[in-house]
């Protein structure tokens, strides 16, 4: 029989309250003695079966009076009612266990004696009267309490029919923790019945359940168990407006330091703990993000005290990265140079570690830094040897794919391999970094990635299949969703690979060039210059490529002069007030059309007139809205865009939708196939 039922108003019950309501419903009658009766009716079979064990222990005691064996027989025969009822209850709950239990052992004990005694002797009939009250009416209050229960219980079981509907029936649900705009939910899958996987194939479901967007959802397991885990929900997306760069995370310290690049959705710091990364590969579609992860990545190493960034951009030419080239120590800006830069890598490699070996460092750690005055890391026969340190080394292969056809990565495979343990980490960076683009070997030596949005099936290319089955989903994202990321690095909590964070924003064209001169500027004194042996491994195999490298990359020779990071502190504090100032004039609601940095410049803000305005007014600020809108890059348009406007345009939604209509007619918008909707025409920009 099945234990639920689903009434009418779509409800599921257990059973025992159908049987409640079907013996209310039966019956006929009016007045109020037949409604008295119809509402006593479902309480009335505890007190039959004590009226019954009476009528029974009365008969009982014609036959079996003063009878011995009988006395033992129904002595025996109540002891193994009592055991029945005790055993058989052993799927129920201990409390309706018990009862059942106490009131055979009461009812048989009872008929027991009234069977050889006469019911009416001595205490016989005032036990029966009060026991037997006592007992039916506990159990019309069970009856009582289990109806209201019934009937409060409705919400654990639509839980249950989630559960259900979702694929994941009989999964128990516990001590669900609720913090703001986080809910956890461990669970407990049915033994030997489903597995973490089937949970992790039900996120798209519970989405659609929820209303959420499936990357809304994840999915941690727990590694202790092949049945429990937790979903975790996040239901707002509070990545949607971009937070600027705050400043660099721990200036003038070591590059051993995890670099701060961006938020989680939860607002924690996403942090890239460079060491433990060791090689990183930073992939997403164009328009993603990724070279704006790579200016986050790059402003925190540019504040360090103990790193030397390689920079390698032959197909952009180093175009986003102007700013920032005086603190590279080597930009290697065309085929050639990149070409030269990477062989230059290969060689440094053995350098690099053999000094550190001579130094008696097993890996590369801070202290290789710093000048050798410690007579424990000294390549002398004796005391200190006083070499100048080895700063850390980061190559960076901007839009790699033309390098890697162009050199075979099989180059790379082995700089990544070997580079490891000589304090050097290789950063590539691509758009896709397919079996074609990226040998598996080579994939497989970079360990670390930042995966941004993607198209399609790319996500694979650079996230285990673990955190994809998570819940990472990046092509969700696309290249819409501008800076968001999912990092994957040795360091980082695992429970956080699936959780999408922001990468900062660096703020529009000129807020960026500000916030990356001043660090620049402000760090020139602290960062590290390239050290002789590094430098001389490099000259070897690059020639005038790398001693002329300022030069070439026209960048000065020399680093400028230091500038205390005191005296410049007020100078950025207006670089980034600047900059926060553009980020607010971009409404949450339109986050997702990419508010960033292709935005107005401050100042072109949509002018408000006071009061309501004249038609001619509104259809301005309208258009105004509409080509800002278009000019933050692709998009659609529609009335639910414009809502958080109406007020200032003084005019309601049936307006807005006419004049919509309006501007797609004369070319303005272009139509698409959901009514009211339409897409942004980018040609509009700064119309
Ligand atoms: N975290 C962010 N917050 C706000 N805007 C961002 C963020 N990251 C990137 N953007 C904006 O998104 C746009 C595209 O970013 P970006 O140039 O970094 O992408 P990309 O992946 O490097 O593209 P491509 O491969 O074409 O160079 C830029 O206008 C950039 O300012």
């Known amino acids: 029989m099945a234990s639920k039922w689903t009434a009418q108003d779509g409800r599921t019950y257990p059973v025992d309250v159908r049987q409640h309501e079907d013996r209310l419903n039966s019956g006929t009658g009016t007045g109020l003695g037949a409604w008295l009766a119809h509402r006593a009716k479902p309480y009335t079979p505890p007190w ?7 009528v029974a222990g009365a008969g009982a005691s014609q036959m079996w009076a003063d009878s011995a064996p009988a006395g033992v027989g129904l002595t025996l025969a109540s002891v193994a009612l009592t055991a029945a009822a005790w055993w058989a209850g052993k799927a129920t709950g201990p409390q309706r266990r018990l009862h059942s239990a106490i009131t055979v052992a009461a009812g048989s004990s009872w008929f027991t004696s009234a069977a050889l ?5 001595g205490p016989l009939p005032d036990l029966y009267l009060m026991g037997g009250a006592t007992v039916a009416l506990s159990w019309n209050i069970r009856q009582l309490m289990r109806t209201a229960d019934g009937e409060t219980s409705g919400e654990s079981s639509s839980d249950k029919s989630l559960l259900e509907k979702v694929g994941l029936a009989r999964t128990r649900l516990k001590d669900v923790k609720v913090e703001p705009n986080r809910v956890t939910v461990p669970y407990e899958l049915p033994a030997g019945e489903l597995t973490h996987e089937d949970a992790a194939k039900a996120i798209p479901r519970i989405a659609s359940a929820l209303d959420v967007p499936t990357t809304a959802i994840r999915h941690q397991e727990d590694p202790e168990s092949a049945r429990k885990g937790a979903f975790v929900i996040v239901p707002e997306d509070q990545l949607k407006t971009p937070t600027v760069w705050p400043g660099p995370f721990a200036p003038g310290q070591s590059v051993a330091v995890p670099l701060r690049v961006g938020v989680y959705d939860d607002g924690s710091d996403l942090v890239l703990p460079l060491l433990d990364a060791i090689h990183i590969l930073i992939m997403g579609m164009t328009g993603s993000g990724k070279t704006e992860g790579a200016l986050d990545v790059l402003l925190e190493l540019f504040s360090r005290k103990d790193v030397v960034v390689w920079l390698a951009d032959a197909a952009k030419a180093g175009q986003d990265f102007q700013p920032l080239l005086p603190a590279v120590d080597w930009a290697a800006l065309d085929t050639p140079s990149a070409g030269a830069m990477v062989a230059a890598v290969q060689a440094v490699i053995p350098a690099r570690t053999a000094w550190l070996r001579d130094h008696g460092y097993r890996s590369w750690e801070p202290a ?11 390549c002398a026969a004796s005391g200190a040897c006083g070499c100048p340190g080895m700063p850390y080394l980061v190559a960076w292969m901007e839009e790699a794919a033309k390098l890697l056809r162009d050199l075979g990565d099989d180059t790379f495979t082995g700089i990544a391999q070997e580079a490891r343990s000589a304090g050097v980490s290789l950063v590539i960076s691509m758009q896709r970094a397919s079996g074609y683009q990226l040998s598996t070997d080579t994939r497989a030596s970079l360990p670390a990635a930042m995966c941004f949005g993607v198209r399609g099936d790319d996500a694979t290319f650079a996230l285990p299949d673990e955190v994809l089955s998570a819940g990472a989903n990046p092509a969700a994202w696309a290249n819409k969703r501008k800076g968001y990321v999912y990092l994957v690095s040795a360091g980082v909590d695992e429970d956080l690979y ?38 001389a491994a490099a000259a070897r195999v690059a020639g005038d490529r790398f001693t002329n490298r300022r030069t070439l990359a026209g960048t000065p020779a020399a680093a400028p002069e230091p500038k205390s990071a005191s005296s410049e502190s007020a100078s950025f504090a207006e670089v980034q007030e600047s900059a926060r100032h553009v980020a607010a004039l971009v409404d949450p609601e339109d986050a997702d059309a990419d508010a960033s940095a292709d935005l107005p410049p401050v ?12 038609t001619e007014e509104a259809r301005e600020l309208l258009d105004e809205l509409v080509s800002m809108l278009a000019s933050v890059g692709p998009g659609t348009v529609a009335v639910r865009d414009v809502k958080p406007y109406l007020e200032k345009l003084g005019r309601d939604r049936s307006w807005v939708s006419k004049e919509l209509k309006r501007l797609a007619t004369e070319g303005r918008l272009a139509p698409t196939a959901e009514e009211g909707t339409y897409r942004l025409v980018p040609t509009l920009a700064g119309v």
Do not use: C
């Open 498 to 535: 699936a959780n999408p964070a922001r990468t900062f924003w660096t703020g529009p064209a000129g807020q960026y060039e500000r916030m990356a001169g001043w660090v620049v500027d402000t760090f020139a004194g602290i960062r590290a210059e390239i050290d002789p042996v590094t430098g």
């Open 603 to 614: 100042g072109v803000n949509v002018g408000i007139p006071q009061g309501k305005p004249s």
């Open 368 to 378: 290789a830094a710093e000048r050798q005055s410690d007579p424990a890391h000294s």
């Open 117 to 121: 005694a006469g019911p009416l002797t």
């Open 48 to 54: 039959i079966v004590t009226g019954a064990v009476g």
